[in-house]
């Protein structure tokens, strides 16, 4: 175990530290909440906004490349995690609890995994970055979900500071440097798409064809309505 002066001169130990230690002043209600939104709870909320994504993408007037966009957001995971695994292999990084025991740890099942780099803080900043290209508004309230993510991950007591930056770097660079060849592939796909039967998945259906054929049955009411007028004789008549 490091000694007290070599860890306080490790500012990466020093911040895991720092932040792991307000699990250790908090509430147990306080560390199971944080274990749970740091393990599911951020994953499920990005979902969720991946959802509202593709409800919003439907709409615009580019909606096939806009719902490329969104696809580039899962695949772009993907590709960051599949990345990740020679990262982890090579570089080796065991847990921070491993070699330093006086963490608290607050969830089971991560002691034969490797530690750098973060895959939940790759995959939530992945899809920060991948929908920040799409909607901006999204991205950025996704951006915040990632860096809560990483906190979260510190605070659990399962990753290093730079666990955390690692995956988030590993996240841009996946995400930017491969969004021009996604999209030459997903762009078309999508053009394809809306030009079957699932097309409302990449277009919303249009209201206006509804309100028109409505403005058109309307006038035909109204038009035998004024026939029916025309046939009828003056009320003059009728009186005499």
């Known amino acids: 175990m490091s000694t007290p002066l070599a860890d306080t001169t490790n500012p990466d130990l020093g911040l895991l530290r720092a932040v792991n230690g307000l699990a250790k002043s908090s509430p147990r209600w306080l560390d199971h909440l944080v274990s749970w939104v740091g393990e599911y709870g951020i994953l499920i ?31 772009s995971v ?3 995690e599949l990345a990740n695994l020679p990262i982890a292999a090579i570089v080796n990084r065991p847990r921070p609890f491993v070699d330093h ?17 973060s895959d939940h803080s790759t995959m939530t900043m992945a ?18 979900l990632a860096l809560l993510q990483g906190f979260c991950r510190m605070f659990m007591g ?5 666990d955390v930056i690692g995956g988030f770097a590993l996240a841009v660079a996946v995400v930017l440097l491969l969004a021009p060849i996604a999209m030459a592939v997903l762009v078309p796909f999508c053009h394809a798409l ?12 249009e209201r206006g064809g509804a309100g028109r054929g ?14 029916r007028a025309e046939e009828q004789p003056p009320e003059s008549d009728l009186a005499a």
């Not at 409800?55 to 966009?69: E, F, S, T, Y």
């Not at 899809?127 to 915040?144: E, K, M, Q, S, T």
């Open 78 to 80: 993907a590709v960051a």
């Open 101 to 117: 025991p006086d963490l608290l740890v607050l969830v089971d099942g991560k002691a034969g995994t490797h530690s750098f780099v």
């Open 45 to 75: 909320g990005l979902a969720m906004l991946g959802l509202v994504g593709w409800l919003q993408a439907r709409r615009r007037p580019d909606a096939p490349v806009a719902i490329a966009g969104l696809l580039w957001v899962p695949l």
């Open 127 to 144: 899809v920060a970055v991948a929908l920040f290209l799409v909607n901006r508004r999204l991205g950025w309230i996704a951006g915040g």
């Open 194 to 205: 809306s030009r079957t039967a699932v097309a409302p998945l990449i277009r919303a259906p």
């Open 158 to 162: 399962v990753h290093y500071p730079t």
């Open 214 to 227: 409505g403005a058109v049955a309307r006038g035909r009411r109204r038009g035998r309505g004024a026939v």
